[in-house]
């Protein structure tokens, strides 16, 4: 494997890993502390469902990034979509660890995080896309197959950073949690983002898109052409994927549903 090789692969799970940590950190905070500080409502249960349905509303928001940012990759190139589907996530996320709670601006409060949240949707229907073409574009005709389940480990480990990063917060006292512990992952998130972008400026676009370019087959339209050639493709993607949003949403109410068992307990 070359040098170049690896810094792809490299730069494929790396900001996988960064935007999937973003993405998860929000399905946990949600069942934790979102219904408690952004939600509030006379009854608890609904701001939990709330804070849910936010978490919901980027899988709707996903498809469009992945038609937005594939229109785009296929028009600049795919390092720079992905510098930007990275960048637009980390945004996102750290402002959501600044954002004043439902005490301080009222009903702004939910407002501003479902906002941040269409965001998040955004950058990672653009990002997981770009990152498996980038991963796949490089690779050796045969083995296409292997160098595209690389951007899947970002996945797994960006789940196990978030899932750390919030195990050590919540060694806090409750109020200390509740206050400003939950914020921190969601704060120093912008620096994974730097590593990831920082890695991603490294690397050269790829030898298909270069390519494309210089025999002039850049479609003007290429989504049209997606659908137009390739539209048994798009079906079995979307059915085979939709196992993946009941797997995150099962996470989500598992991590509530533990938390209220050990309330309950302590009582």
């Known amino acids: 494997m070359t040098k170049d090789l690896r810094k792809v692969l490299i730069a494929s799970v790396v900001g996988s890993a960064v935007e999937w940590f973003d993405y998860f950190l929000y399905g946990t ?15 608890p249960a609904f701001g939990t469902l709330y804070a849910f349905a936010t978490f919901a509303l980027a899988f709707f928001i996903r498809p469009l990034g992945g038609i937005i940012f594939s229109h785009v990759g296929d028009r600049i190139g795919r390092k720079k979509t992905l510098v930007m589907t990275l960048s637009l996530m980390g945004v996102s996320t ?11 601006v009222g009903i702004w409060a939910p407002v501003l995080l479902i906002i941040l949240r269409l965001m998040q949707g955004l950058g990672l229907g653009g990002e997981w896309g770009g990152a498996l073409l980038l991963a796949v574009e490089y690779a050796p005709k045969e083995k296409r197959g292997l160098f595209g389940s690389v951007p899947q480990m970002g996945v797994t480990i960006g789940m196990l950073m978030g899932t750390i990063a919030l195990s050590i917060m919540t ?62 493709e798009v079906l079995i993607a979307t059915g085979a994927k939709q196992h993946h949003s009941i797997y995150l949403e099962h996470l989500s109410y598992l991590t509530q549903q533990n938390n209220l068992i050990l309330v309950v307990r302590r009582r």
């Open 171 to 232: 060694l806090l006292p409750e109020e200390a949690f509740l206050t400003w512990g939950w914020r921190v992952p969601f704060l120093l998130s912008a620096l994974l983002v730097w590593f990831g972008l920082w890695i991603r400026k490294g690397i050269e676009e790829t030898p298909s898109f270069q390519k494309a370019q210089q025999q002039g087959e850049i479609a003007k339209l290429p989504i049209v052409a997606t659908f137009k050639y390739h539209w048994k």
């Open 94 to 104: 750290f402002l959501m660890g600044i954002l004043p709670t439902y005490d301080m």
């Open 29 to 43: 905070v949600a069942a934790l502390v979102f219904n408690q500080l952004f939600f509030v409502t006379d009854d």
